[in-house]
């Protein structure tokens, strides 16, 4: 993704056209944290190291320091981590002037080794289990998401109410329609193509006022990377003209949700080691093998590919969003969609995620599940055809964060291959996620019982 280098950075501040750096960590929300440095303090030691508070590995939605951490807390005072700029990330922000910006990970402040829970680290553990086993993660990411007519500001203003989108119809693959958000979509397009992510396109998706982004696959590290990266500058330019963007799974009762859904395949020697010419569908053994570890263990992966509240409100049978864990051959109404059947380009796509996924640790569980596979050479089953919805001797996804959160704790497989300090500390997470919604009152009971209990 690199699109600006060290050397590159020193001449342009030289020159003043740079002068700001974010130096930017992604938490557990799949947020970017960090600082803005002056680049003259940036170049001379913040492109070395610099640091932070260990909280922003341990909070809500809301940035609140809840209880329950065994990484850290107010007992143990929370200390510092340091955050250790990956420059093959540098990049300029072309949406704000003079400003550059790079990935960092977070690093242990004694010990300098990484912190195990930091989802940049999730994911590079099973980029690396992978790696011991000869093969290359690669994958994409969809981002699909809402444009709102007014910015955020003006909506919470109103308490979120009377919530009007962009553009007013169902765009899908409208051409017409799209034309009305195109002052800030072609922004991000360009944004994102300096920045060195390679976007493919946008296209309106099959909402009201939603959209889709499109980027080019890579290796596992940098589609998360660019996904992050993407989220971040659509927000941002939206919000510059005046605009919302939501990346919330489902923000309407009666609309049809977003989502991120992730396309995979494993690479040896530069080729697609899924892809077998002579194998059914173009699929391999190892494709095989590796598809049905993510059916096994779909139910165990739930959390890290919905884990919030609203997460779980866009399972509806009959809008693309699936709740069955089963497999079929360009079928979108199954939570896993063969694509590229019978060519070099074969590989999964895993339609569960949703729009508020945090890339890099969605991406490490379908890794875990898919590498399971293949070390259990586990058989796949047929596929399925038609309406996956309405089949009963398919399995269900858990379809609440209670019951995700659940099946994530208990996962013998999840705990061997993230460790158990990672799956006790996205546990905890879950659970405050669900102890605070516990406690609030919502519109829907007062509107329901007010009157009437």
Not at 46 to 73: I, K, Q, R, V
Not at 225 to 247: M, Y
Not at 393 to 400: A, L, M, Q, R, S
Request: charged residues 25%; proline residues 5%.
């Amino acid at each position: 993704m690199t699109a600006l280098t060290l050397d590159a950075l020193k001449t342009k501040a030289a020159s003043g056209e740079i002068d700001t750096v974010l130096a930017c960590a992604v938490d557990m929300q799949g947020r970017l944290v960090g600082k803005r440095f002056h680049v003259s303090n940036f170049l001379e030691a913040g492109h070395e190291e610099t640091h932070c508070c260990n909280y922003l590995l341990a909070t809500d939605l809301e940035m609140e320091t809840p209880d329950g951490y065994a990484a850290t807390s107010w007992a143990m005072g929370y200390g510092d981590y340091t955050m250790k700029p990956d420059l093959a990330t540098l990049c300029p922000v072309p949406w704000l002037e003079g400003t550059a910006m790079v990935l960092c990970d977070f690093l242990d402040h004694h010990s300098h080794g990484p912190v195990p829970h930091s989802p940049r680290q999730i994911l590079k553990a099973q980029i690396e289990r992978a790696t011991a086993m000869g093969l290359t993660p690669m994958m994409a990411t969809e981002l699909e998401f809402f444009l709102f007519q007014r910015s955020y500001d003006e909506i919470r203003a109103s308490g979120y109410r009377d919530l009007a989108t962009l553009v007013k119809y169902n765009q899908d693959y409208s051409i017409q329609l799209t034309t009305r958000d195109e002052h800030v979509m072609r922004p991000v397009r360009n944004a994102l193509y300096a920045m060195g992510i390679p976007v493919e396109n946008t296209k309106g998706e099959a909402e009201i006022g939603q959209e889709e982004l499109n980027i080019r696959y890579g290796d596992a590290l940098e589609a998360c990377d660019r996904h992050t990266l993407a989220k971040h500058a659509v927000k941002e330019i939206a919000d510059q003209h005046g605009h919302a963007a939501t990346f919330l799974p489902k923000w309407h009762a009666d609309r049809v949700g977003s989502a991120a859904h992730i396309h995979q395949s494993l690479f040896g020697d530069g080729e697609n080691v899924f892809h077998d010419a002579d194998g059914a569908h173009g699929m391999s053994r190892t494709m095989r093998r590796y598809v049905a570890g993510l059916l096994k263990y779909a139910p165990d992966c739930m959390l890290l590919m919905a884990p919030y509240i609203n997460s779980y409100k866009r399972f509806v049978p009959g809008t693309f969003a699936p709740t069955k864990a089963t497999w079929s051959i360009d079928n979108r109404t199954a939570g896993f969609r063969l694509v590229g059947e019978d060519s070099k380009g074969v590989r999964i796509e895993c339609r569960i995620p949703g729009s508020d996924m945090n890339p890099y640790l969605a991406c490490a569980a379908q890794l875990a599940a898919g590498l399971a596979g293949i070390d259990e050479e586990l058989d796949l089953p047929e596929p399925v055809k038609g309406d996956v919805y309405g089949m009963d001797d398919v399995p269900d996804v858990p379809h609440t964060l209670r019951a995700a959160t659940e099946t994530f704790r208990n996962s013998a497989m999840l705990r061997a291959a993230l460790g158990n300090d990672v799956v006790d500390h996205y546990s905890r997470a879950a659970e405050i996620e669900q102890e605070d919604f516990d406690r609030v009152v919502t519109g829907y009971e007062l509107q329901r019982g007010f009157e009437r209990a």
